[in-house]
C-alpha cells in the first residue's frame, strides 16, 4: 500500500525558513515521481516542485524557484522541501504526493495535485 506522510510544518516568522519532510514506503522511488504542493487558505492549489524517479531530475514552478528546494534521500525513503526567506503569502497546508507518471507528464503548469497518491499535509504558517 502505498502511503506518504509530511510534516515538518509550524509557525515560523517572515523571513524565516523550513524544512519539510515526506516519509513514503510501499514503493519504489525509482519507478515514481515525488511532488510537493500547497494550498493557501481560499485559494487553489499550487504545485511547487516535483522529482522524477528514474532520473532524479527535479522540477520546480515560477513560485518555487529561488526560494524552495526539494530533494530525497531515497535510502531512507524519504523526500524534502526546505524554504527560505518564508513571506506571509507561504501560509498554506503543504502536501507531498506520487505517480507513477514523470513529473513532466504534469505539464508546465505543474498539476501535482493531480497525482494518484497524496499523504496528508503539513500546515505551515508564516506571521508577519
Known amino acids: 500500500e502505498v502511503q506518504l506522510q509530511a510534516s515538518g510544518g509550524g509557525l515560523v516568522q517572515r523571513g524565516d525558513s523550513l524544512g519539510l519532510s515526506c516519509v513514503y514506503s510501499g514503493f519504489t522511488f525509482d519507478d515514481y515521481s515525488i511532488a510537493w504542493f500547497r494550498q493557501a487558505p481560499g485559494k487553489y492549489r499550487e504545485g511547487l516542485s516535483c522529482?522524477?524517479?528514474?532520473?532524479?531530475?527535479?522540477y520546480y514552478s515560477d513560485s518555487a524557484k529561488g526560494r524552495f528546494t526539494m530533494s530525497s534521500d531515497s535510502a531512507g525513503n524519504t523526500v524534502y522541501l526546505h524554504a527560505d526567506s518564508l513571506k506571509p503569502e507561504d501560509t498554506a497546508v503543504y502536501y507531498c504526493a506520487a505517480d507513477q507518471s514523470s513529473c513532466e507528464a504534469f505539464g508546465d503548469n505543474h498539476d501535482y495535485d493531480s497525482m494518484w497518491y497524496w499523504g496528508k499535509g503539513t500546515l505551515v504558517t508564516v506571521s508577519s
Open positions: 522529482i522524477t524517479g528514474t532520473s532524479r531530475t527535479t
